[in-house]
């Protein structure tokens, strides 16, 4: 597919439907993510009350004036001397798969999450076989840094988390 115009901004309360109807075919649908089942609308907003008291970004994408995708940063460890690391999660409609979406969001979230002075951003990308995602996060300049095999049971499968990290700072 072409790539198409693609415009990122702050995720506002009025995209979390949006969010949740994305999430919730990732979650149904894919490996990319190990929860097997949808968190409500209730949860999806809690979450992201909770990202934004924490200063972490969460994004919206559209394309072509349509929302395309969403991504967000979120606490790599709950600990207090992990509070400059975060996790990012970047999550596409099936319709803008590649289309520039994932790359788009991931850009602005890294550029984002270095502005509110992050110092590392870590991928946890579920299933070692998600090329895309491991692509699109080396692209925007993650390393591997190890994989942890069969940690995941989804789908009558054992998964690996692939861990990737890209310095921000």
């Known amino acids: 597919m072409s790539q198409k115009s693609v415009a990122v901004s702050l995720a506002e ?7 949740r109807e994305t999430y919730a075919r990732h979650v149904l649908e894919g490996t990319g993510s190990f929860e097997e089942v949808p968190p409500s609308l209730d949860e999806i907003e809690t979450r ?25 940063a979120a606490s790599h460890k709950e600990r207090s001397a992990y509070r400059f690391t975060v996790e990012d999660s970047v999550y596409v409609g099936p319709r803008f798969i590649g ?10 979230l890294i550029n ?43 789908f009558d499968s054992w998964l690996d988390i692939v861990y990737m990290q890209r310095k921000l700072l």
């Open 48 to 72: 992201w009350r909770v990202r934004e008291s924490r200063n972490q970004p969460t994004l919206i994408a559209t394309c072509d004036g349509q929302l395309a995708g969403f991504a967000y």
């Open 99 to 108: 289309q520039g979406v994932g790359h788009a969001l991931l850009t602005e």
């Open 13 to 19: 309360n009025k995209h979390l439907s949006f969010m």
């Open 112 to 154: 984002e999450c270095t502005k509110r002075q992050f110092r590392q951003m870590i991928a946890a990308i579920g299933d070692s076989n998600n090329r895309a995602s491991i692509a699109l996060h080396e692209q925007c300049g993650f390393r591997s840094i190890g994989i942890a095999t069969g940690v995941g049971f989804k």
